[in-house]
């Protein structure tokens, strides 16, 4: 190979990434462009809820690398749940009692053994609701009739 044609070729090499082999002309794609992707997906049981209702969130993870390995991290409010991925890419929590309004909740994979492989799902709003409460008295027994009591005489 010619000094000029292997500058071009060191040249191509280094534009593209790719890291030389140990000789001559050879190169390889350096590990990382071959690294495990994963895509995190959460979703609720429901997205609207009255204060004090169960909801569950579930995680979907899915890897380049075949089934997912590692734990799941909710986050909602500031308070994060871990959950073990089960077998078929998936991990469940119920949410924790949260103060009425909108509460967005993400969930986040951590591969082991390599925690650097991480992947974050879009966030899912949750809207906690007032509960309607209706408070109805039945009274059952003797009925009584209403007896008006005249104000004290003093006698004065």
Do not use: E
């Amino acid at each position: 190979m010619s000094p000029s044609a292997r500058s071009v070729s060191l040249l191509v090499a280094g534009v593209l990434g790719l890291v030389p082999t140990g000789g001559g002309a050879a190169y390889a794609v350096p590990a990382a462009a071959n690294a495990t992707t994963t895509t995190t997906v959460v979703s609720l049981s429901t997205v609207q809820s009255v204060y004090g209702q169960a909801v569950t969130a579930t995680a979907s993870v899915t890897s380049s690398a075949g089934p997912p390995n590692g734990d799941v991290y909710f986050a909602v409010d500031n308070l994060n749940i871990k959950a073990n991925l089960l077998g078929n890419g998936t991990a469940s929590v119920v949410l924790p009692r949260l103060h009425v309004g909108s509460h967005p909740v993400v969930a986040t994979f951590v591969q082991y053994p390599d925690p650097t492989v991480t992947s974050t799902s879009a966030p899912v709003d949750w809207v906690v609701q007032q509960v309607r409460t209706r408070v109805a008295v039945q009274v059952t027994g003797r009925r009584t009739t209403r007896i008006a009591i005249p104000p004290r005489w003093t006698g004065k």
